[in-house]
């Protein structure tokens, strides 16, 4: 850690790369104490310092967190996550949803689930669900209802092309406003897309081509700023007319 | 258990179905056509006889060794060629540590027959003393993340790595005439391998009821595959070695299709690797050229080095100067970023850093020798001035900068 990180002042961090180690916010020079804080933060005393290596975020007012792009999974409660299928067990489907650990979806976490009527699921299938508890040394527990009650969009993700990439791309695909290769690609080709936290996307359309042609492009925008992702996908278009 | 369950990469029965169904209408679904072959690109190492080959998402590294062996009994004048496969757990969750899996011990062989049966490389010529000591060529391959068609990319980085390596020349000599002297490779160059031809993998993946047949595949393919068959062809269109794995059967007016197809990919290949393997060559060759320069410069202006009473003056003066010298290196990775202290330190030594500044010094008595010579002989080398005289003219001339900067706020 440089001088210039802990002398300046605590906001100037934010969307800046940090790495563990660096002191975010210096709570005694702060007014208003009260922050939340995320993902990769810790309180040292009077300090907060990074755990891990991202982009620091803030949501105004004062919500802190560490952004960053991984290939594996660490489960967070209210996350919705795309899962497969394992094994089925009498109270548990086994999920994985690229964590650590196998995720448990318990049988009657359905709309309407009594014990009468468990959904019949085979290995390998696509769920699109919902985290709903996350602990350590715990499996974590999927549910595939909302709060309410009502299955809204979870549950079995037929037919379609499921493809993985990291949790930045899918967190950046799922940003509002609505991501520049997504945005560019509706606007001519039609297609359905669900995104997991986990980094899995599964897309369908009614043409395989489209498919093809629309996870290309989300794959190849990993690192590609919005206008650039906009000329991608404008070449893209070019090459299918 | 739980553990290795939930690490194990899996595939979705959505993915099967789709890879199945696009290509039954000729699409696969990385976007090639069922004929392309992803991009290749060929890395080298520092050392000869290192190389790193990606195919797509696939990486593997190769390394290629030699040590001095007794021969075998049944050929006591041939050399020997052994390789070894490393599957880490890192490049796939489904390989395991420690015991080569099945696969690991298939891709080693296939690779092994492609170079031996079609005695591509010529093994006579690593015999030291028949019957007493050869060759033993050891090619390491490192699967270093697998995205499909491990087999392809293995063997040409093994190939790369056997191109670029090179053995240290050896010969008998001493008192009975029985010694062997291995000659350093500065005394003598080091001599390739000598190879005849290039065999190269190309692996067709067969699906459906053995109609359907894709080159390259990758890691998503090979999990729906029926089975795949591998051709080791060279550039003459020669097949060196055929190998089918998986149970579906493939009929033979396709086999010979996919052969005038691998024909062609292994010329394609081919000139690809010899490409890159010259450039290799010709860079390497510069550098030694400029490394032998230097040496040879050295040597010359070492026999001329008198002490004149100046120079020693010189000395003494420069020596009693170094503690502060030193001093200077240590902060010298952020001479030019911060500015405040380098700047008060700068101005304190003046004197004696404007005394330095330019060029090579009087008090180095080597590159006095080079100078002149290399001067003229390299005016297009840049950074070669930097290689001769060492950090520490660059450390002066950074002052220099540092100094004017300070001067000029100064003034």
Known sequence: MNAETSDAPPTSLVDRTVVPGDTVLDLTAMANQTIKLGAGLRQDC????????GKLRLSKPNKYWVESSHKRYAPCVEDTVLGIVVDCKPDNFLVDIK????????????????RRNIPKFEIGTLLYVRVVKANNS?????????????????????????FETSTGLSRMLLSSPTCPVLEALGKTLSYEIAVGLNGRVWVNASSPSTVILVSNAIMNSESLSGVQQKIMVEKLMQRLQ | MEQRLANTW???????????SVLASDLRVDGRRPFDYRDLTIKFGREQGLSEVQLGQTRVMSYVTSQLVQPYRDRPNEGTLSIFTEFSPMADPSFEAGRPGEFAVELGRVIDRGLRESSA?????????????VWSIRVDLHIVDNGGNLIDAANIAALVALLTFRRPDCTLGGDDGQELIMHDAEVREPLPLIIHHLPIAVTFAVFGEGNIMVIDPTHKEEMVMGGKMTFTMNSNGDICA??????????????????????????DITSKIKHAVEIYNTERASQKANHYLLEVANQVSLSDVIMKEKQVENLIEHLAYMPLDELENSNQGDALAVDTRTKHESISQGRYTRAFV????NWDPYSRGISSRLATSFPTLPGFWCVLLGPKTFLLETEETTLLHAENSLG
């Open chain 2, 358 to 361: 330019r060029g090579p010094a």
């Open chain 2, 242 to 267: 055929v190998q089918k794995a998986g149970g579906v059967g493939v009929m033979s007016s396709i086999i010979m299709q996919c052969l005038q197809i691998a024909s062609a990919k292994a010329a």
């Open chain 1, 138 to 162: 715990m499996n974590p527990e999927l549910s595939c209802v909302d709060e309410t009650g009502k299955a809204s969009e979870f549950g079995q993700l037929k037919d379609g092309y499921m």
């Open chain 2, 121 to 133: 490389m010529d093994m006579e010529s690593l015999c030291v003393v028949v019957g007493k000591s």
């Open chain 1, 99 to 114: 964590a650590p650990t196998l995720a448990f979806l318990p049988v009657l976490a359905f709309e309407g689930g009594t």
């Open chain 2, 10 to 20: 899996r595939m979705t029965n959505n993915e099967k179905k789709f890879i199945e």
């Open chain 1, 46 to 53: 009077d300090t907060i310092s990074v755990m891990k290596a």
